[in-house]
């Protein structure tokens, strides 16, 4: 009898068509091979309605495959039941039977995308990810949307069986007793015995791209293609566009929340690279005199107390022979947060604000990349 695990909740998800002995070979392969067998505490599937039909009456009822597998090499239980058969869905919420058109498509993409986000959201858990079944654009979609929101324990395979019980539909797994099945070689029928496959898998290395994310995409839902398109932004020029009348500010579209003296140190920066001076220093007198005269007073009420409040600030650095630096550091700071929570690490890394001191509070965006809306 083999001892259940003692790591973080460990799941087997895989995608299956009309041939869900992938999900027993993976699981023999996977639990009953290895020295180390990786046990899983359960089992997802996602496939059309066709195969959850031939899932269930094949694995769960029947010849309960599944349970016979358990049973044969002594797994310690392992939640597989129909809840966590995950039926792909049409545009109207019904099942879907089978992916013929793009909407199909798309909507099989997006579903697969937020079965495996959602699976993934638990710190704790750990996933093993098999594509050997269903469709081709099936397992490309898993595996891709493992790439999107896969974390360092999470793996991925396909599994790989022995002829001539690759293609049998008798076969689930190697028994470890004699099981006669029926196999054809040309055209002749003949018995084969289960117990002599072999079944092994091919792990399949993949890109992480998780950390790269932003934390709405990582923490909610959203489609294959916004997350696809939202991880390749990375690759594209950027564009910052700041409306100095609303006070607000897009980076590749997407607005960045400051609050009105972030976006006044901003949009000065932004002048700054404009103009060809894409270094600060933050340390001089004269530059926290620039910032006050030139931007502070278009963003706010020269005789308000918000003015009153940040000239006494910098004021008072400059009198006392202070850095001005100590102030302009720590807005510098949640500037970067606020574009990297917005954005994902990957792409706010091209509008980030140098960290440093001095003239390494470089902005690392050139004139063509800028619009200041009411300049």
Not at 165 to 189: A, C, L, M, Q, V
Not at 209 to 227: C, S
């Amino acid at each position: 009898m083999m001892s259940q695990h003692t790591t973080p909740r460990r799941i087997l998800l895989a995608v299956t068509g009309l041939t869900p002995q992938i999900v027993t070979e993976t699981l023999y392969a996977l639990a009953c091979r290895d020295e180390d067998p990786w046990i899983p505490d359960e089992v997802h599937l996602i496939t059309t309605a066709t195969g959850a039909d031939n899932a269930r009456l094949n694995l769960l009822a029947g010849e309960r495959w599944f349970h016979r597998l358990c049973e044969d090499y002594g797994l310690p239980p392992i939640v597989f039941t129909p809840e966590q058969i995950h039926v792909l869905q049409d545009a109207e919420g019904r099942p879907l039977d089978d992916i013929r058109t793009q909407a199909d498509n798309t909507l099989a993409a997006d579903f697969i995308t937020e079965t495996l986000r959602a699976l993934t959201a638990d710190p704790n858990s750990e996933l093993h990810v098999s594509i050997a079944g269903g469709r081709k654009t099936m397992g490309y979609y898993l595996g891709y949307a493992l790439s999107l929101y896969g974390r360092p324990q999470d793996r991925l395979s396909h599994v790989l069986v022995s002829d001539p019980y690759e293609t049998n539909r008798d076969f689930y797994y190697p028994t470890p007793y004699e099981h006669p099945i029926h196999s054809r070689r040309g055209d002749k029928e003949v018995t084969v015995d289960a117990r002599h496959a072999h079944v092994d898998l091919a792990d399949i290395p993949f890109v992480r791209l998780r950390d790269g994310l932003p934390e709405r995409l990582r923490t909610g839902q959203a489609g294959f293609t916004m997350a696809v398109a939202t991880a390749n932004r990375g690759l594209q020029e950027p564009r910052l566009v700041l409306d100095v009348a609303q006070q607000r500010v897009w980076a590749d579209d997407e607005e960045i929340v400051l609050s009105k003296t972030r976006f006044a140190i901003l949009l000065w920066l932004a002048e700054r690279a404009r103009r060809g001076e894409s270094t600060t220093d933050w340390s001089q007198p004269e530059v926290a005199r620039e910032f006050l005269s030139d931007v502070a007073t278009r963003i706010f009420n020269p005789n308000g107390g918000e003015y009153q409040r940040l000239e006494e600030s910098l004021g008072w650095r400059i009198a006392k022979s202070c850095e001005p630096n100590e102030y302009f550091q720590p807005h510098k700071a949640n500037i970067n947060k606020a574009l990297t929570h917005t954005l994902g690490k990957r792409s706010a890394e091209r509008y980030l604000i140098g960290i440093g001191r001095g003239k390494d509070n470089s902005f690392p965006l050139v004139a063509e990349q800028i619009e200041i809306l009411g300049d």
